[in-house]
């Protein structure tokens, strides 16, 4: 009523429209924030002074041009630690990388990064390929959106937009990424695929939980035990990924962006 209303403001109190203004006002989530820049392909918050690629090389700003004063991606660092030259790494991990940049035309930062520490980088990578490569109940593009689904959870830029270019290739799929990425329910795939990245996202958050019930809800969606194991290694290898590239500040290239687009 009318008169409610009027009481209400006369003690200063906070009337429903007011509320509405309040709650327009506040400030984004953080995570929200930072999904929002991936799927609009526009720029980060002036104050990080970062820039991303577009489509047709041209650098993204601010709408009111504020970081167009600052260095292209490129001229960034990759990561807070010191990075080898690829000369001096030994033998075989050099070999692999000489193989990668052949088959992509370009080095993926990770491998330049964690060569920091030779023996980590060589387990990491023997790892990753007994998860990733392995014959599987999971295809690979289905390996490669829960890494980006939990990567994304962990608010791990690297790992989104690395894992999101391998995504749409694997899927052929342009979108298939930034709906993974944002909200998987929302995403253009299928029932199954969402319960298995809804499990992934429970290993990821909260493992402790995970019991016989979580087990039988995956038996209904078709899921075996070793299936079940394969969500669990690909959700745990990036875990650790996810930290590593946060801590260090491992940053993705250029390329990945225009990647299956």
Request: charged share 30%.
């Amino acid at each position: 009523p009318a008169h409610d209303l009027a009481h209400r403001r006369d003690r200063g109190l906070p009337v429903p429209d007011d509320r509405r203004d309040r709650r327009r006002t506040r400030p984004a989530p953080r995570r929200a924030a930072h999904r929002d820049v991936l799927a609009s392909g526009r720029c980060l918050p002036c104050n990080v002074g970062s820039r991303l690629r577009l489509l047709d090389g041209r650098s993204a700003g601010c709408e009111d041009g504020a970081n167009e004063k600052g260095p292209p991606v490129t001229d960034r660092p990759i990561s807070r630690y010191p990075v080898p030259d690829i000369v001096d790494l030994p033998d075989d991990l050099r070999e692999v990388i000489v193989a990668v940049q052949e088959r992509t035309g370009f080095v993926p930062n990770v491998f330049l990064v964690l060569a920091h520490r030779p023996d980590e980088l060589r387990a990491f990578l023997g790892y990753h390929d007994a998860v990733m490569e392995r014959d599987s109940g999971l295809t690979k593009a289905e390996r490669e959106m829960i890494v980006v689904a939990t990567s994304a959870n962990n608010d791990c830029q690297y790992c989104v937009v690395a894992h999101g270019a391998i995504l749409r290739i694997r899927a052929k799929d342009p979108h298939i990424a930034d709906q993974v990425a944002i909200n998987h329910h929302k995403a253009d795939i299928t029932p199954k695929q969402k319960a298995m990245l809804d499990f992934a996202l429970l290993v990821a958050e909260d493992s402790a939980v995970v019991g016989d019930d979580e087990f039988e809800a995956m038996y209904a969606h078709g899921f075996t035990d070793e299936d079940i194991w394969d969500i669990t290694a690909v959700t745990a290898l990036f875990g650790l990924s996810n930290r590593m590239a946060n801590v260090i500040a491992m940053r993705p290239n250029d390329e990945f962006y225009a990647m299956g687009r």
